[in-house]
Structure formats: structure tokens, C-alpha cells
């Protein structure tokens, strides 16, 4: 998924109406828990007013953009990024096996499931669901989760689902058994799936929608979950918020149980306001890395398609300032060319790409480097055939941090004779707009964070993978700065086409190197899992002395934190 948003959002996300009076209920009759815990209030990204769009492959309705979807659709399996060696957990399968090659999957489909409607989940909704996404384009650009379309899918018994694709898709594995699922006998009766608001979802998960407004909505157990009694927080409560002006006092009280935001100065302004709050770590950088955040690049404008000049930009930005000032110290510097995750890909890493990025700008680098690309200093700029190297950076000012960052950046960088301004997108819809002119194609730079996995093919799938781009104008579902590489692209394959891991590792090699000396991405900082959670009514939560899992309010880790949760007294 662009997941990732499935994964993290690396940004700050903005806040301010206070918590939400829920007004209008679904039929869903709220469940009954077996604790007496309070409601686990929420908050993910800023979303006001909202709308009741539960549809979980509309990236841009309210259950997806609130990261609750896998809470009332039950993934296959949820992965812990942060020991991806780990098998996935089981949740609506419990059993998985390639033959043919990887072109060919066969689920085992928990039984005993059951829809909040009463009807009986089987393989038949799961095959359905992949037939569902392989055959509906417009609903396959909705969702940001890039899950191979299938040749097809069967349901041979209710309880084995049969996946059949093309080419092999050993790697697509973490992404195809994270999809959730739909009951087939609601979709099969939408005219068009792609536009369904599904405003009355009908859950097999461990909640179903009890209340919603514009203002939030809450969910509450789901009597017939599967594994209701292992459930202590009985209700879930997501409020909007429109603006960060009120972020911190809600968060830092522990009126917001557990938030996914950057917070400026997060020692003084949240951990040092109770003992009850916490971070992954209780010092520098506090938080967990879940991906690496980069510069990208358009690699369609002069003179953003010469090489060279994408990596003198690379060795003119200095990342240290960035880390301290523009994170306040909660995303470490990347000091790798290779774009890998340290030290999580440290057994990956070619010995000649260690350390080879400068914490600061090296004006000796980019001097030597566009000195030998034909490039002269010119007055201030770098120029060559008259045309100074010259480009704007786009991102949301709602986005603070980022903002920030891609003013330092062109501060840094004009300092080194480039032209560079920042394009900040306004408004409370400036995120939406930045992500629409990514998929479009329409920007010369923009700092974004990086997909999340099990591995770094997923890093540089999403970097570099061509099949998942798309010509200018037209939406892409990934490599949003349209890098067309032939090597790039052979290399992804051989990862791809096989699950023998020294030709995976020889895979990733000869990606990294890529990387490097290609600079389709400028990578700039180690990601942070953006996670604040209150101990004041719940214990549990994943941390740094017991990290079972990737510890933001995310899909689809969303799902098992909250049944990990249980209430103090």
C-alpha cells in the first residue's frame, strides 16, 4: 500500500477540536466485554469533519484514514515489521503453502467465524476478495496496498481458498496475507465497489461500528468475534480533530490514550507531563524506525533526469540538521547511499556503501561531482548549456516537520549554488492535494516516507518498481518519481521469482548499488513509528523491552495491539 500509509504516517498530523460527542448509531448491536475497562480513545491522523465511509479500500474514507479498518475486516495474517525473521500472526487464516513456482497459494481459513449479521465467514468471501481486486481497477488504485492482481482465486471448501497469479509472487506474500477481507454477501450486490461508502460495515474483526458522527465515531466489541473473550477493552473510540493547536495538552493528559503524531520537543511537552506517558524508549530518539524517509525525485524534469545531479543533491543536504531540527531528534540520520534500514538490513549492506553519506553537506563531493558532469559555477549556480539546476520541493505545510525540512533543505542546498525553493501546499486539504500530484506525477521534489516490510525489496519496490508507475498524469500506484531502470527492474524480479535467500540477497545487492549511483530517491532519515500511549487506564503496549510489535496506532498492527491491551486495575 502506499501504506503503508499501510503502514506509518511520517508526518505530524493535525489536531484540535477536542473529543468527539458520537451521535448517530449503526444497527450493529454493541458487544459486551468480559472487562471492565474504559473506552481506548485514539487518534491517528486529522480528519474533520468526518464521513461515514467504511469501504477499507477507499484510501480516503474515514475507516481507512483513521487506521481502523483491520479492527471490523480481518486481515489473513498481521506482520511484525520489527522481526520480520517471525512468522506472520494467524488471524482470519491459519495456515499458508506456495507450490507452482509462487504462482500458486493455498489458504486454510480459520472456521468457526463469523459476520456481526450472523452469516458464516468462509473461503468463499476470501476468494471472493481477490477476485474482487484483481477485477475492479478503479477500486485496485483505491487501495494503497499493491496486492498482485490474481489469474484467480477459488474456494474449493469453506475452509481452503486457492490463490493462482501469473508470475511468481514469493515476495508479494506480506502484502497478500494482510489484505483484508469482505463478506461477499454484502459486496456482491454493490453496482460499483469502488465508490461504496459502506457506512454500516459488517464485521468479522474484533469490533463493530456503534456510533458515528462528523465529530468521531466509536466501535465496540463484536459479540461474534472469534476470540471475544480474549478482548478487554470493550469500546474503541476515534475522535476528529481539524488542527495541531490542541495536540498536545489531549495527548499529553492522557486524554488520547494512544497517538500517532510528531510532537516538538516530545521530553518536555509529553513524556516529562506524567509518568503515565510513553514513548518506545525513554531517550533519544524515543521512537521505534519503520521505514526510511527520502528525497524524491521526478525523474521526467531536467535537470532532475541526469544522475549526477540528483546525487550532488543527495551530498549537498545535510542530514543532521534535519534529525535535530526539523525532527526534533526523533528520526535519526541515514548514512547510507544504499537507502537500507540500519541496523535492522545490517546483514544486507554491501561493506563499500557503510557510512558513505555525510551527516552535513560536503561541498568538496558536489563540487567533484557535478565538475565532472560538465557542470561550472557560474556567479552562484551550478550551470551547464546556460541552465542552472533549478527545482522546487512540494509538501504540505500541515505536514510542520516536513515543511520544515524542505526549507532546510533548500537552504542548504541554495548555500551550495543550487536553486532551490519549496512549494508548501496550504490548507487542512494540503495532504490530500501533495499525495494526488505524487500518484499524478505532477512535482519535481518531495520529502515522503518510505513503504514498510519484511525485507528491503519493499523499500526499493516502491522506489524503483516501474510496472507499479505510471506515465505522467496518470495515477501511479508506486515509484511516484517514474524511475524506468531495465536493471532495477531485473533485479526486482529475481527477488521476486524466488524464495531461495541467497538469490534474494544477491537481489538486494544489486539494488542497493543502484540506489546509490542512480538516486532515484535521495534517502534522508530512518522513519519513525510515530507512537504515544498512555499507561494511565491500559497496560501492554509494545515497547522497546518487549516489542511485539511496530508500536504506532497503524494498519493492520492496529489489530493486534488492541487485543494485546488490558486495563490496569
Keep these: ?71 471490523y475486516n480481518l486481515p489473513l495474517y498481521v506482520f511484525d515489521t520489527l522481526r520480520p525473521t517471525e512468522p506472520p500472526i494467524p488471524e482470519l487464516a491459519t495456515n499458508y503453502a506456495w ?58 471448501s469453506a475452509t481452503t481458498a ?23 454477501h454484502v459486496w456482491s450486490s454493490v453496482s460499483n465497489p469502488a465508490t461504496f461508502a459502506d457506512a454500516q460495515p459488517i464485521s468479522d474483526g474484533p469490533y463493530v461500528l456503534h456510533q458515528f458522527s462528523a465529530q468521531g465515531f466509536t466501535m465496540t466489541t463484536n459479540p461474534d468475534y472469534y476470540a471475544k473473550s480474549t478482548l478487554h477493552v470493550p469500546e474503541v473510540d476515534f475522535p476528529s480533530y481539524t488542527s495541531n493547536a490542541n495536540l498536545v495538552p489531549p495527548v499529553a493528559s492522557g486524554q488520547i490514550d494512544w497517538a500517532g503524531n510528531s510532537i516538538t520537543g516530545i521530553q518536555q511537552n509529553y513524556l516529562a507531563k506524567s509518568p503515565d506517558n510513553h514513548t518506545w524508549q525513554s531517550g533519544v530518539p524515543y521512537l521505534s524506525d519503520n521505514n526510511v524517509v527520502g528525497l524524491w525525485f521526478n525523474v521526467t524534469k531536467k535537470p532532475l533526469n541526469d544522475p549526477a545531479v540528483r546525487q550532488a543533491i543527495s551530498y549537498g543536504i545535510d542530514r543532521q540538521q534535519l534529525s535535530v531540527v526539523g525532527e526534533s531528534d526523533t528520526e535519526p540520520v541515514e548514512d547510507t547511499s544504499s537507502g537500507l534500514m540500519l ?125 507499479q508507475s505510471a506515465p505522467i498524469g496518470q495515477t501511479a500506484g508506486g515509484d511516484w518519481g517514474r524511475f524506468d531502470d531495465p536493471a532495477a527492474q531485473a533485479a526486482l524480479n529475481e527477488y521476486a521469482s524466488t524464495n531461495n535467500a541467497t ?8 539494488l542497493e548499488n543502484i540506489m546509490s549511483t542512480q538516486v ?43 487485543t494485546q491491551l488490558k486495563p490496569v486495575s
Excluded at 525 to 533: D, H, K, N, R
Design 1 to 71: 500500500m502506499n501504506h503503508k500509509l499501510a503502514g506509518s504516517i511520517a508526518a505530524v498530523a493535525v489536531l484540535g477540536m477536542g473529543l468527539a460527542a458520537c451521535s448517530s448509531s449503526s444497527p450493529s448491536s454493541p458487544g459486551t466485554s468480559s472487562s471492565q475497562g474504559k473506552p481506548l480513545v485514539i487518534e491517528t491522523t486529522a480528519l474533520s469533519p468526518m464521513v461515514d465511509n467504511f469501504n477499507p479500500f477507499d484510501s480516503t474514507g474515514t475507516g481507512y484514514m483513521m487506521h481502523a479498518t483491520d479492527l
Design 99 to 156: 507450490s507452482s513456482g509462487g504462482r500458486t497459494l493455498t489458504l486454510t481459513i480459520r472456521s468457526g467465524v463469523k459476520w456481526s449479521d450472523g452469516k458464516s465467514v468462509s473461503a468463499s468471501d476470501v476468494a471472493y476478495t481477490f477476485n474482487l481486486l484483481a477485477k475492479d481497477s478503479a477500486l485496485n488504485v483505491g487501495w494503497p496496498q499493491p496486492t498482485p492482481a490474481t489469474v484467480s482465486a477459488t474456494a474449493p
Design 162 to 184: 486457492v490463490l493462482t497469479f501469473s508470475q511468481p509472487q514469493y515476495a508479494s506474500l506480506y502484502d497478500i496475507l494482510q489484505t483484508v477481507i469482505v463478506p461477499e
Design 343 to 467: 541496523p535492522a538490513d545490517q546483514s544486507y549492506l554491501n561493506p563499500t556503501l557503510s557510512d558513505n553519506l555525510p551527516t552535513g553537506s560536503d561541498a568538496a563531493k558536489v563540487k567533484s561531482i557535478l565538475t565532472a558532469d560538465g557542470y561550472k559555477m557560474v556567479g552562484k549556480f551550478w550551470e551547464k548549456s546556460g541552465q542552472k539546476i533549478s527545482f522546487s520541493i512540494m509538501d504540505p505545510v500541515q505536514y510542520s516537520d516536513y515543511y520544515q525540512d524542505s526549507q532546510l533543505i533548500a537552504t542548504q542546498l541554495n548555500a551550495e549554488g543550487f536553486d532551490v525553493t519549496v512549494d508548501g501546499i496550504p490548507g487542512d486539504n494540503g495532504a490530500n492535494v501533495w499525495s494526488g500530484n505524487m500518484n499524478v506525477g505532477d512535482f519535481s521534489a518531495a520529502i515522503h516516507w518510505g513503504a514498510q516490510g519484511i525485507s528491503p525489496y519493499f523499500y526499493y519496490n516502491n522506489w524503483m518498481n516501474y510496472t
Design 503 to 510: 538469490t534474494q540477497s544477491h537481489a538486494i545487492t544489486q
Design 520 to 562: 532515484p530517491v535521495a534517502p534522508l532519515l530512518l522513519g519513525a513509528a510515530w507512537a504515544e500511549f498512555s499507561t494511565r487506564d491500559y497496560t501492554g503496549w509494545p515497547s522497546q523491552s518487549d516489542p511485539y510489535m511496530d508500536p504506532g496506532p497503524n494498519i493492520p498492527e492496529i489489530l493486534y495491539t488492541v
